[in-house]
Structure formats: C-alpha cells, structure tokens
Nanobody
Framework: QVQVVESGGGLVQPGGSLRLSCAASGRFFGIMTMAWYRQAPGNQRELVAQVSRSGTTNYADSVKGRFTISRDNAKNTVYLQMTSLKPEDTAVYYC?????????WGQGTQVTVSS
C-alpha cells in the first residue's frame, strides 16, 4: 500500500506565497508522475500541475508563471511553490501519485487566500 501525505497549506494574503509538500511512502518500486489538483467549493477537482519522473512539467493556464512544481525522486516528494496568490486560488489542494500499477491520492490540504 502507498500513503500520500500533503502539508504546507494555510491562510495567506493576496499576493503572498505558500509552498506545499507531498510525500509518498510504502511499498512500491518507483513513483512515475506526481501531480497537484485542487477543488474549490462547488467546483470539480482540476489539475494544477504535474511533473514526470524525468522532470517534464505541465501547468494549468490559470497558474502558469505563478506556480512551480518540482520533485525530489530520492525522497519520493513533490513540491508546489505558489506565488502571487489570488483569492481564486482558494481550494483544497490534493496530491496524486502514480506507481507502476496504480494511482493514489492524498487527503488534501486547505489553501485560503484572503485579506
């Protein structure tokens, strides 16, 4: 089984920054793609950013130029550096990882952007 745990959420003012972390642990041979999703109240869960094992990244248009995804393969950890945060970034942020045989979600971490 694989455990996925996010951390780093919180309350931040508009224009501020936050860094989310997500660590995968358990029994697996290797993590393939790692990604961040978010879900605001009343909205569907949407992809924010993803990074392949080789480091290829992909971003939602709404966060390009403001968010940066990165990973540490030795630690099975993925990060999301968020800058220039806007109220519309408020959501629960979820981490998702893919192993060779399945995919796993974290429990989510709340990010609130408000003055």
């Amino acid at each position: 089984q694989v455990q996925v745990v996010e951390s780093g959420g919180g309350l931040v003012q508009p224009g501020g920054s936050l860094r989310l972390s997500c660590a995968a642990s358990g029994r697996f041979f290797g993590i393939m793609t790692m990604a961040w999703y978010r879900q605001a109240p009343g909205n569907q869960r949407e992809l924010v950013a993803q990074v392949s094992r080789s480091g290829t990244t992909n971003y939602a248009d709404s966060v390009k130029g403001r968010f940066t995804i990165s990973r540490d393969n030795a630690k099975n950890t993925v990060y999301l550096q968020m800058t220039s945060l806007k109220p519309e970034d408020t959501a629960v942020y979820y981490c998702k990882v893919w192993t060779q045989y399945s995919d796993y979600w974290g429990q989510g971490t709340q990010v609130t952007v408000s003055s």
